[in-house]
């Protein structure tokens, strides 16, 4: 039962890495340090946003409109740390 749960935090971690990722790519292309006619930066890019658009797109329906501000890589950010939290508090009862 332990493996099954380092497993969870591995996969967790890695979507982590992902979302992070994601957040810090889209501030440098947005600050115009990256630039998407770069074909390795523009693969990256769509690569990411294909993985997690399913993820954000059910959290931007719910999330109310903001405007030009997007709360759905915070708030699937926040769950998955919640995520974390759950699966170590409750690690003992296993």
Known sequence: MVS???ILLML???AQFII???IIMSWLINFQ???LRQPLVAQLWYGLNRLLE??????RRILPDLGGID???LVALLA???LRIIILNNAYAY
Request: glycine content about 8%.
């Open 33 to 35: 340090v990256l630039n």
């Open 80 to 82: 998955i740390y919640a």
């Open 4 to 6: 099954i749960l380092q």
């Open 71 to 73: 709360l759905a890589p």
């Open 12 to 14: 967790i971690g890695v």
């Open 20 to 22: 992070i990722a994601h």
């Open 54 to 59: 399913p993820v954000y797109g059910r959290l």
